[in-house]
């Protein structure tokens, strides 16, 4: 079953992991549930459990505290998890362990693998991603968030935007501008910004669907240490692009916003009495058919993160629209007090008001990790090997190209 000579993992390692894993699980779920807790702290308990049960930091290097195993173990071990109804909350947890931590564990000096990998792992710190800014998403390279150095620090002030989660954080990745007199992909860093400080602020953005589960962050002359890079000062649009990459593959795997279950629409079509409609049964059978291709492309080594993010994004749409034909009405009406009370991102128990939110959440998945447009130029560009786009700003210094005011 090995891959190449570093990769020696064999049947019976495999076999003794997934009943490492099934135990643990298996020894959680019998434990009392903790509804009285929030969602964030269900996951907290559940993170600090995996973490001090050996299962938290599976490809983790030793020296940081991790188990230094291959990727096979991973996907072992997601796949025991996938499905469970335990009491872990869903997460919540996602940005940090599935985006943030790699990253530093990946880039990040020494000092800050120490500071940051075990508290992220176990759930003891939040972590949120700021990337966009109001002038630049896709084009995120343009950002204009400046971090100056002052003394031992570096002193940040813009503003970003779309910031899942910070309202829990405890730090934020931050992508800044440190040299305005290169080209905007070369005056990038990435920062550690400590979160809980007198220069962020915070502001909720609220969605169509009735929840608020991103925000604006203004930072005005807040404060970061002046170690806290990650790689070294003007590398950040190269980490930029590895946590981005961490990012859509976890976005393919399962991470993060779930399109609404086929089971659930299949049921869904039995109890409105259409399980027999051929073109409903049409539609079902597709979405089943998609949702074991991802499975398959998963288990693909070296497959390109933007494939399996633009499967998953489009599946969820399909699997939206489905929902909207078979709920109607309910699929676009629904109680606004309910709303608000749906877990931000998941598609909970099927009344009326979680298939609209279950609706109007999947356009957020064709967004969140960069859009469906922007990962069909990465795979046309890095992939098929296509001309770049055209851009009028490649090789100017920053500061002289045209802005916005
Ligand atoms: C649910 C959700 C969660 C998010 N969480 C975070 C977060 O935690 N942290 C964070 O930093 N950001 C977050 N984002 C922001 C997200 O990364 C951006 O929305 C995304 O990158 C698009 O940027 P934009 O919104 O500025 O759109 P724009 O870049 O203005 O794009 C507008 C439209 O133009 C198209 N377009 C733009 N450029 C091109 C091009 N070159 N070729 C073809 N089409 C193009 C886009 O595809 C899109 O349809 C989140 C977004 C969503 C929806």
């Not at 049960?53 to 940081?64: H, M, S």
């Not at 990040?108 to 792992?121: T, Y």
């Not at 086929?262 to 399980?275: F, Q």
Request: charge should be negative; glycine fraction near 14%.
């Amino acid at each position: 079953m090995a891959d190449s000579p570093d990769d020696r993992a064999t049947d019976a390692d495999l076999a003794g992991f997934r009943a490492e894993v099934r135990a643990f699980l298996a020894g959680y779920d019998a434990q009392p549930g903790t509804p009285d807790l929030s969602r964030l702290e269900r996951s907290r308990a559940f993170l600090a459990a995996r973490y001090d049960a050996g299962l938290g930091a599976l490809d983790y290097p030793v020296t940081d505290g991790g188990r230094g195993l291959d990727r096979h173990f991973v996907d072992v071990y997601r796949m025991e998890a996938a499905g469970r109804t335990s009491d872990d909350g869903g997460s919540g947890f996602g940005i940090g362990l599935d985006m943030c931590l790699p990253t530093i564990r990946d880039h990040g000096s020494p000092d800050l693998r120490k500071r940051f990998l075990g508290p992220g792992l176990r759930g003891d710190e939040h972590w949120c991603q700021l990337y966009s800014e109001p002038g630049a998403g896709s084009d995120l390279a343009g950002l204009t968030t400046r971090a100056v150095r002052d003394g031992d620090e570096w002193v940040v002030t813009g503003q970003k935007v779309w910031t899942s989660g910070a309202e829990h954080a405890d730090f934020g990745i931050l992508l800044a501008r440190t040299d305005w007199d290169v080209p905007k992909h070369a005056g990038v860093s990435m920062l550690v910004l400590p979160m809980r400080q007198p220069g962020v602020e915070v502001r909720p953005l609220h969605q169509m669907t009735g929840t608020a589960h991103f925000n604006e962050v203004f930072m005005d002359e807040a404060r970061i240490p002046m170690d806290w890079v990650v790689g070294e000062p003007g590398d950040g649009w190269k980490m930029a692009v590895a946590l981005l990459a961490h990012e859509r593959s976890s976005i393919g795997k399962g991470g993060g916003r779930q399109p609404i279950p086929t089971d659930r629409l299949i049921d869904l079509a039995r109890s409105n009495g259409r399980s027999g409609d051929p073109v409903v049964r049409q539609d079902l059978a597709r979405l089943a058919t998609g949702t074991r291709i991802i499975e398959w492309l998963n288990l693909r080594a070296g497959i390109h993160p933007s494939i399996t993010k633009l499967w998953r994004t489009s599946q969820g749409r399909a699997a939206a629209d489905v929902a909207a034909g078979l709920a109607y009405p309910g699929g676009i009406a629904w109680d606004g007090a309910r709303m608000g009370v749906t877990e931000p991102g998941r598609f909970a128990d099927p009344d009326g008001s979680h298939w609209a939110y279950g609706i109007c959440d999947s356009r957020a998945l064709s967004l969140g990790g960069g859009t469906d447009e922007v990962q069909k130029n990465t795979l046309g560009e890095r992939v098929l090997g296509l001309p770049r786009e055209p851009a009028t700003d490649r090789g100017i210094p920053f500061s002289q190209v045209p802005k916005n005011a």
